[in-house]
C-alpha cells in the first residue's frame, strides 16, 4: 500500500509543481483568500471528493473515506500569502502587486492536494478516514485555526500531522522536536504622547522621540534581566513612527513590536514587565502613554508518543533522508491550536533551492523553495497517515 501510495505522488510530482507555480502566481492575502478557497473547492468536487468550503471563514475540508473501519487522520496546509512585493525573476512570479507567496503555503497547498488525490484513488485499500484541513489566515492573528476548530474540523479526529517547507535547510532533511517547537507570538503596541514645539524650544516641550528612544533601550533589559537565563524569549521593537518636519518637536511617537515566548509564565511575566518599563520611562519625561498588547498564537508543542511515531515513518521512505532534530525556532504558527485539541506533531522539511550557498529567509522579496521538497513533504505526510 505504501509503495502504491509513493508511486502515485511520484506520477503527480508535475501536476504538484503546476498547481504550486498557479497559486504562486495568484496570491491572496489572510482572510482575503476566496479565489484561492474556491480553486482548492473545486479541485476536490472535480475529484469526487467529499468537501465543505467556508469552513471558519474561508477554511476548506475534505474527506477521504476507506474501506476498511481506522482511525480518523488530518493532515493541514495552510494558503494564505503575505504583503510583499515578488521580487523574483520567475516565470511563476505574482500577478498581484504587493502580495506573494513569501513562506511556502503555495507549496504547503499543491503537496496535500495531490496526497489527497493519490488518498482517494487508493480508498478501495484503505482503512480509516483522512481529514484534509485546508487552512486560510495562518499569517495573521488571530488566525484560521481557532475557527475551523470551532466549525468543527477536528471532529472525530484521533491525530493530526502538518508540515512547513524550510526553505533555509536543506532539501532532503527532515527536522523534528519533541515538546515545544515554536513559540509564541504576541505583538505589542505603545503610543507616547508628549507636548510638540518649536525645535529651537525644547524647554517649552514634551519630546515624544526623546522618550520612546528611551523606552526601546529599556525594552531591551526584560530578557536580559527579567527572564532566567535558561529560558527562551525575543522583545522587538520592529516599528518606531514619529513624522515630523526638521524643526518640529513631537508630540507623539508609536512603538510596534513582537514577543516570542515557549513558557506561559514568561509570556505573562514579559507582558506585564513592558507595561511596568513604559509606566516607569513615562512617569520620568512626564508623558502619557497608550499600550496595548495582543496575544497571538501559543506556542506549537509537540506530542512525544506521535513525534517518536514520526521518526519511524521517516526511517521507512525509500529516498535517503536526514533526519533532525530541530531547534525551538521562534517563529510563530496557529498548528499550535490543533495540538491543543488532538494528538500530533508538526515537522519542517528541507526546501533549499538548488545552487545557492544561502536561500532567502521566509517572508523576504525573493523567497522561493526547491519545489522537489513538496514530494517528500507528501510522502512523509502520507507515510504518516497511513501507518498510524
Not at 192 to 214: E, L, R
Request: aromatic share 8%.
Amino acid at each position: 500500500m505504501i509503495n502504491k501510495l509513493f508511486q502515485k505522488l511520484e506520477a503527480g510530482y508535475e501536476e504538484m509543481v503546476d498547481i504550486r507555480r498557479y497559486l504562486h502566481k495568484h496570491p491572496e492575502l489572510s482572510f482575503q483568500e476566496i479565489n484561492t478557497a474556491g480553486y482548492i473547492k473545486k479541485y476536490y468536487e472535480d475529484l469526487g471528493i467529499e468537501v465543505r468550503g467556508n469552513v471558519g471563514g474561508n477554511g476548506v475540508v475534505a474527506k477521504i473515506y476507506g474501506v476498511k473501519p481506522g482511525k480518523t487522520i488530518a493532515l493541514r496546509a495552510d494558503f494564505d500569502a503575505l504583503p510583499i512585493q515578488d521580487e523574483k525573476d520567475v516565470p511563476y512570479k505574482s500577478l498581484v502587486p504587493g502580495v506573494m507567496h513569501a513562506c511556502g503555503h503555495d507549496g504547503h497547498t499543491a503537496t496535500l492536494l495531490v496526497l489527497a488525490k493519490a488518498l482517494h484513488e487508493l480508498r478501495d485499500e484503505l482503512q480509516g478516514t483522512y481529514v484534509m484541513i485546508h487552512q486560510h489566515a495562518e499569517e495573521y492573528a488571530p488566525g484560521g485555526a481557532i475557527s475551523m476548530i470551532e466549525d468543527g474540523c477536528l471532529e472525530g479526529v484521533d491525530a493530526i500531522f502538518g508540515t512547513h517547507l524550510w526553505a533555509t535547510e536543506p532539501t532532503g532533511v527532515i527536522q523534528y522536536r519533541k515538546g515545544p517547537i515554536m513559540a509564541a507570538a504576541d505583538r505589542f503596541e505603545i503610543t507616547i504622547k508628549g507636548q510638540g514645539g518649536h525645535g529651537a524650544q525644547p524647554h517649552k516641550t514634551k519630546d515624544a522621540i526623546v522618550t520612546a528612544s528611551q523606552l526601546v533601550i529599556n525594552l531591551q533589559q526584560i530578557v536580559s534581566r527579567k527572564v532566567n537565563p535558561v529560558d527562551s524569549a525575543v522583545v522587538t521593537v520592529g516599528s518606531f513612527l514619529s513624522e515630523n518636519a526638521f524643526n518640529i518637536i513631537a508630540d507623539k511617537a508609536t512603538l510596534i513590536g513582537t514577543v516570542r515566548t515557549f513558557n506561559e509564565d514568561t509570556r505573562t511575566s514579559i507582558e506585564k514587565e513592558i507595561q511596568r518599563i513604559v509606566k516607569g520611562t513615562c512617569l520620568t519625561t512626564d508623558t502619557e502613554y497608550e499600550f496595548e498588547y495582543f496575544r497571538g498564537y501559543p506556542a506549537v508543542v509537540n506530542h512525544e508518543e506521535e513525534t517518536d511515531f514520526l521518526i519511524e515513518c521517516v526511517q521507512d521512505l525509500p529516498e535517503p533522508i536526514e533526519l533532525e532534530e530541530s531547534e525551538p525556532q521562534m517563529t510563530g504558527e496557529d498548528f499550535s491550536y490543533y495540538l491543543q485539541h488532538v494528538k500530533g506533531t508538526f515537522f519542517f522539511t528541507g526546501a533549499k533551492p538548488e545552487g545557492v550557498a544561502t536561500a532567502y529567509p521566509h517572508h523576504h522579496p525573493k523567497f522561493d523553495i526547491n519545489e522537489k521538497a513538496m514530494l517528500i513533504a507528501a510522502k512523509t505526510l502520507g507515510i504518516a497517515a497511513l501507518k498510524y
